[in-house]
């Protein structure tokens, strides 16, 4: 069981917006640490999609934007399009376990 | 161009060791504290390890705390994970990846991983 908790899947048609929600606790994201959100396609490594709960690295679209509110974080994603079909992970730090941390993953299926 | 590449993976005996290396490249990679993250096959990513970026402090997840020993050599720029005792639920692609503190300490470049199989 992960500490940070996300939706194991969502789905959503070419064009629609989906979000993906990772809900954590008072001792990671409730604490004031960052989130970041990571996109894996198959069969590939990560990459990094958002960093510091809201801020695109150069190269990633304007599609997708990430928030962060208490304890808890979301990753939203506009004008789906094929391409977006992927693996999606939350990190953050956890002072309880003085250690990073990973939501369990949520698979992005486009319709 | 900036890049990671591991290599030392591969098939080994529950209880034996392994060594993972992660070649850096196209930055300065003494400047960069550096992560372990691994992957069991169908699973979702687990934070391993963190080394500082001169080597000075170490943390490690709880899974892997006292098998596994991160280290670094700045002048060879590589980072390795000596992996001992190693067990079934080891199995997994490890990854290095650098943190960035420019983008809030996000792990901004990773590896294309290593493959490791922990079988009788």
């Known amino acids: 069981q992960s500490v940070l908790t996300q939706p194991p899947s969502v789905s959503g048609a070419p064009g629609q917006r989906v979000t993906i929600s990772c809900t954590g606790s008072?001792?990671?994201?409730?604490?004031?640490?960052?989130v970041h959100w990571y996109q894996q396609l198959p069969g590939t490594a990560p990459k990094l999609l958002i960093s510091g709960n809201s801020n695109r690295p150069s190269g990633v679209p304007d599609r997708f934007s990430g928030s962060k509110s208490g304890t808890s974080a979301s990753l939203a994603i506009t004008g789906l399009q094929a391409e977006d079909e992927a693996d999606y992970y939350c990190q953050s730090y956890d002072s309880s376990l003085s250690g990073w941390v990973f939501g369990g993953g949520t698979k992005l299926t486009v319709l | 161009q900036v890049q990671l590449v591991e290599s030392g993976g591969g098939v080994v005996q529950p209880g034996r060791s392994l060594r993972l290396s992660c070649a850096a490249s196209g930055f300065t990679f003494s400047s960069y504290a550096m992560h372990w993250v691994r992957q069991a096959p169908g699973k979702g990513l687990e934070w391993v390890a963190v080394i500082s970026f001169d080597g000075n402090n170490k943390y490690y997840a709880d899974s892997v705390k006292g098998r596994f020993t991160i280290s670094r050599d700045n002048s060879k720029n590589t980072l390795y994970l000596q992996m001992n005792s190693l067990r079934a639920e080891d199995t997994a692609v490890y990854y290095c990846a650098r943190d960035n503190a420019d983008t809030s300490g996000a792990f901004d470049i990773w590896g294309q991983g290593t493959m490791v199989s922990v079988s009788p």
């Open positions: 008072g001792s990671n994201i409730g604490a004031g640490y960052d």
